[in-house]
């Protein structure tokens, strides 16, 4: 805020005096022509970055209203219980279990600009088209992986077993994500199918969680958390995203992200689902949808957060280098499949599987 003083006076106040009302009424009219945000959008925490999506915002000013959800389980089980939004951002292996549910309404493709520009291999993977309709735009793509402090912590050998070795116990934290949680522990305990088990599977995933739960600090449910509690030292590896490492990159702290474990990195895809809830008009939700598809939005999503984005001109702009730096600069897909990939498995495996971690969660 300017402080004005006698030196910063008009020098010609009866201009002055003429000019205020003529302002007001400029503004009064570009007000009058301005759309009004009435979109409700229910997403992970800490994605309201507001360079997503500045196109929407100069058309409608302000806007959406967030609410937020630590994983896409507890996302689905305020939506099955009547909390309502216009657009949700669920994951890949979610689709399935949220259209069964009633939960979504189909997309409609003509009404997303960048269609055409969208990685193909993403947009028209299985698991988005069923019953031959497409019901999530592909947004961002990438790898879960492991952070740690390199002032405090020494590797031999990069490897998700460092977040169940004693010598860290205490100093470990994860996040509460049920899919990538359970990913982890089936890769360290050498699951070779992990999305369709054998019943001789299913103890070797426990004991794997009940390591991984007696090893950690706590488990976070926003990524701020985490990265406060990295950036104070009292935690020194963690299970993680990319936008973690680049935030505490860029304040100082001596941080890495594991690109090549070997156990393969966990990867994931995730978009914008247009929810049968929705009251928004149907052109402000695609308007929202389009303006973080957009190409600088999508630049903005991969420059500052270290993600993959679905659109192919956004990550024209981004230099080669820069892609390289976090492991983005093969083919989308080919980085999505060589890694453990975080696809649906059956409602049957997957909530035996949710049981289990909630038991071993609480103590049990």
């Not at 976090?326 to 059956?346: C, E, H, R, T, V």
Request: hydrophobic fraction near 40%; proline fraction near 6%; aromatic fraction near 10%.
């Amino acid at each position: 805020m300017i402080e004005r003083t006698d030196r910063s006076r008009p020098r010609w106040p009866r201009l002055a005096k003429l000019a205020l009302p003529v302002a007001l009424l400029a503004t009064v009219a570009v007000s009058a022509l301005a759309a009004t945000s009435t979109l409700r959008y229910f997403t992970w925490a800490g994605y309201d970055d507001p360079s997503f999506r500045k196109p929407y915002t100069d058309k409608y000013g302000s806007g959406p209203q967030f609410s937020f959800y630590s994983g896409t389980d507890e996302g689905f089980t305020k939506l099955q219980s009547g909390f309502t939004a216009d657009i949700a951002h669920p994951c890949i292996h979610d689709v399935k279990k949220w259209k069964e549910a009633g939960l979504l309404q189909p997309i409609d493709r003509s009404k997303v600009a960048a269609w055409n520009d969208l990685i193909p291999e993403l947009r028209d993977a299985d698991a988005l088209v069923l019953d031959g309709k497409h019901w999530l735009v592909p947004w961002e793509w990438g790898a879960s992986s492991v952070l740690y402090r390199t002032d405090k912590v020494q590797i031999t050998e990069q490897s998700f077993t460092i977040l169940t070795d004693p010598k860290y116990k205490d100093k470990v934290a994860i996040p509460d994500a049920f899919d990538e949680i359970y990913q982890l522990t089936a890769v360290l305990a050498g699951i070779k199918h992990p999305l369709d088990l054998q019943e001789s599977d299913y103890p070797l995933i426990e004991a794997q969680m009940k390591a991984l739960r007696n090893n950690v600090r706590f488990i976070w449910q926003d990524p701020a958390q985490l990265e406060q509690a990295m950036a104070s030292g009292e935690i020194e590896v963690a299970w993680g995203w990319p936008n973690s490492f680049k935030n505490l990159r860029s304040q100082g702290v001596p941080i890495n992200f594991m690109l090549e474990p070997k156990e393969g990195l966990v990867t994931w895809l995730c978009g914008f689902a247009h929810l049968k809830s929705a009251t928004a008009p149907v052109g402000e939700v695609y308007d929202f949808i389009n303006a973080l598809e957009a190409p600088e939005s999508g630049k903005n999503l991969v420059e500052n957060w270290g993600y993959g984005h679905a659109n192919t001109k956004a990550l024209a702009l981004v230099p080669k280098a820069d892609l390289e730096a976090i492991g983005l600069a093969g083919n989308p897909s080919d980085y999505l499949k060589k890694g453990n990939f975080l696809g649906p498995m059956s409602e049957k495996q997957r909530e035996r599987l949710q049981t289990m971690w909630d038991l071993v969660k609480a103590g049990n």
